[in-house]
């Protein structure tokens, strides 16, 4: 694998020292690193190319979308090594955070969500104005410097539009996907602008819409059911920005530039507001780690470490059974199996996230089931195709035969009746 910012002939390891795992991106874990020579401090993405086989165009797509980013509320991207079967992707380092974690304490005031979306807003309109679509816009993937900088990562799933062609793959998380990304239609920038107003009821709300619910059953709820709305105890603007975002028809959706301009994220307050943010969950994180030796639960030490995750969770705030907790991987279906599983979700209520624990097993088969049919890392759905394929072509030659047969002995019947009459 080779992209034109990748110094392959440069050992990573002599440059960079890793220092502690941060957490989990799109296709690789994330470290914590430091320049050897400057001492700046970097991200690391290492990917090993031969356990991500299967998602190497995915993967030439991210750097290709980075290395083509400049832009002051996007993360900055330094450039990608090689050294043996690893990639290395070294990427600006934000202290701050995700905005997923600095949730974890709770939700935040209006305050902060409106200068948080406002600047999201800017890294949006630049990506627009690059023909780029991030299709992944959440809590997790909105990351903060230690100065309170806001700014977008993780660019996995992104993708470069033309002047003719628009996004038609079904990719994103779940929860915040856009009607029109779940059922296939084709889909531009205004996607994102769904997506950002879900983002804002999760920021307000410490999880999005439908969180008690399977991930499968939030997909067939989507695009059939009112778009979310904030409580009514939120001020009107903010109430007004989301119900702008959240338009079923994209083509109402405002773009970035007419969004910058709603009253809600008109504030001046400057991003080193957001400190407090960063201060708070601080405090939280120490207070749970002195707790840990005492009354903490068994998972918290699992927890604290994928802080800074750029993945999906919802923290303290998880609702479902703890087996629907793992994080839900971004992933394409193909249309066939997608009308396939979505046919099946709903004549058989599967799966539904309000069973009792005791009865959690029950869709695991066809959850498992799922998984396999949308893994981009296994090639089960091409084999199961191939292999159909292959069984209804000798089902139908095997017909076929014995409908000549039937012919050929219905046309010998006719001719002796026609002799005898």
Same mark, same amino acid.
């Given at each position: 694998?080779?992209?034109?910012?990748?110094?392959?002939?440069?050992?990573?390891?002599?440059?960079?020292?890793?220092?502690?795992?941060?957490?989990?991106?799109?296709?690789?874990?994330?470290?914590?690193?430091?320049?050897?020579?400057?001492?700046?401090?970097?991200?690391?993405?290492?990917?090993?190319?031969?356990?991500?086989?299967?998602?190497?165009?995915?993967?030439?797509?991210?750097?290709?979308?980075?290395?083509?980013?400049?832009?002051?509320?996007?993360?900055?991207?330094?450039?990608?090594?090689?050294?043996?079967?690893?990639?290395?992707?070294?990427?600006?380092?934000?202290?701050?955070?995700?905005?997923?974690?600095?949730?974890?304490?709770?939700?935040?005031?209006?305050?902060?969500?409106?200068?948080i979306l406002r600047e999201v807003l800017k890294g949006l309109e630049y990506l627009h104005s690059e023909k780029k679509i991030h299709r992944d816009i959440k809590a997790a993937n909105i990351l903060l410097s230690e100065n309170g900088d806001v700014k977008l990562a993780d660019f996995g799933v992104a993708k470069q539009?033309?002047?003719?062609?628009?996004?038609?793959?079904?990719?994103?998380?779940?929860?915040?996907?856009?009607?029109?990304?779940?059922?296939?239609?084709?889909?531009?920038?205004?996607?994102?602008?769904?997506s950002l107003g879900i983002t804002a009821i999760e920021l307000a709300q410490g999880e999005p819409p439908n969180a008690s619910m399977h991930p499968m059953r939030v997909l067939l709820q989507i695009p059939k059911s009112p778009p979310p709305q904030l409580a009514e105890h939120h001020s009107r603007p903010f109430r007004?920005?989301?119900?702008?975002?959240?338009? &079923?028809?994209? %083509? #109402?959706?405002? *773009? !970035?530039?007419?969004?910058?301009?709603? $009253?809600?994220?008109? =504030? /001046?307050?400057?991003?080193?507001?957001?400190?407090?943010?960063?201060?708070?969950?601080?405090?939280?994180?120490?207070?749970?780690?002195?707790?840990?030796?005492?009354?903490?639960?068994?998972?918290?030490?699992?927890?604290?470490?994928?802080?800074?995750?750029?993945?999906?969770?919802?923290?303290?705030?998880?609702?479902?059974?703890?087996?629907?907790?793992?994080?839900?991987?971004?992933?394409?279906?193909?249309?066939?199996?997608?009308?396939?599983?979505?046919?099946?979700?709903?004549?058989?209520?599967?799966?539904?996230?309000?069973?009792?624990?005791?009865?959690?097993?029950?869709?695991?088969?066809?959850?498992?089931?799922?998984?396999?049919?949308?893994?981009?890392?296994?090639?089960?759905?091409?084999?199961?195709?191939? &292999?159909?394929? %292959? #069984?209804?072509? *000798? !089902?139908?030659?095997?017909?076929?035969? $014995?409908?000549?047969? =039937? /012919?050929?002995?219905?046309?010998?019947?006719?001719?002796?009746?026609?002799?005898?009459?």
């Open positions: 694998m080779t992209t034109s910012t990748q110094q392959n002939q440069l050992d990573p390891e002599e440059i960079f020292r890793q220092l502690n795992h941060i957490g989990r991106g799109s296709f690789g874990e994330v470290y914590k690193g430091i320049n050897v020579k400057s001492s700046n401090i970097v991200a690391i993405k290492i990917i090993d190319l031969e356990k991500a086989e299967d998602e190497i165009e995915d993967i030439q797509q991210e750097i290709q979308v980075l290395s083509q980013c400049n832009s002051p509320f996007i993360t900055k991207y330094f450039g990608s090594y090689l050294k043996g079967s690893k990639l290395w992707i070294v990427m600006e380092y934000l202290g701050g955070g995700s905005a997923l974690d600095l949730m974890k304490p709770g939700p935040f005031n209006e305050q902060s969500i409106s200068i539009l033309t002047d003719t062609a628009k996004g038609v793959t079904f990719v994103g998380t779940p929860f915040w996907m856009s009607p029109e990304v779940i059922l296939q239609h084709n889909y531009d920038y205004s996607t994102d602008i769904w007004e920005f989301v119900e702008a975002c959240l338009q &079923k028809n994209p %083509e #109402h959706r405002p *773009k !970035t530039s007419e969004l910058r301009r709603f $009253r809600f994220v008109s =504030t /001046t307050k400057p991003t080193k507001y957001l400190l407090e943010l960063i201060t708070r969950y601080q405090e939280w994180k120490k207070k749970r780690e002195n707790g840990n030796n005492s009354d903490s639960d068994s998972g918290s030490d699992d927890e604290d470490q994928n802080h800074g995750t750029i993945g999906w969770s919802f923290g303290d705030t998880v609702r479902p059974p703890k087996a629907s907790q793992n994080p839900p991987e971004t992933f394409e279906l193909n249309h066939l199996y997608k009308s396939i599983f979505d046919d099946l979700s709903t004549r058989y209520q599967i799966p539904n996230s309000n069973l009792r624990p005791t009865d959690s097993t029950i869709n695991e088969p066809f959850e498992n089931l799922r998984r396999l049919f949308g893994s981009r890392s296994t090639t089960f759905a091409d084999d199961f195709t191939y &292999k159909l394929r %292959e #069984h209804l072509s *000798k !089902t139908l030659k095997v017909q076929l035969n $014995r409908d000549n047969e =039937t /012919t050929g002995a219905n046309s010998a019947a006719s001719a002796i009746v026609k002799r005898r009459i």
